[in-house]
């Protein structure tokens, strides 16, 4: 499983279970529930997974290219370092950081970790 499928497939999940009525529905991000713990809201939940989904599509990389860049990361590196390619490889800190949010999840791998 490459770390993309992996937030993806944990993407899905946040998204299933916001939709499932885990929460209540409201405007505000955090509601607090009859236990007097605060949640996030449905709406917040799909709109972190909105966010996720769009940093990944910004990231995205053809893997058969012989650079093992994440474009987008190499394009700023370039443009605000004027140098060649970055030190980072795919996957870069931004989507290792965006898996961290999942370290306890069974199928998170080690050599994502930052």
């Known amino acids: 499983m490459t770390i993309t499928e992996f937030l993806e497939a944990r ?3 946040d998204e299933m279970r916001a939709g499932s009525g885990w ?3 409201g405007d505000t991000r955090w509601e607090t ?10 709406s917040a939940v799909l709109a972190e997974c909105a966010a996720k989904r769009a940093i990944l599509k910004e990231h995205e990389i053809d893997l058969h290219m ?10 700023w590196w370039a443009s605000e370092l004027g140098e060649g390619p970055p030190p980072v490889k795919f996957p870069c800190p ?4 965006l898996a961290a949010v999942y370290k306890d999840h069974p ?3 080690k050599e994502w970790k930052q």
């Open 11 to 13: 993407i899905e999940e």
């Open 23 to 25: 929460a209540r529905l």
């Open 33 to 42: 529930d009859n236990y007097g713990r605060d949640t996030l809201t449905p």
């Open 66 to 75: 012989s650079q093992p860049y994440c474009d987008t990361c190499a394009e």
């Open 94 to 97: 931004t989507i290792r950081a």
């Open 107 to 109: 199928d998170y791998q």
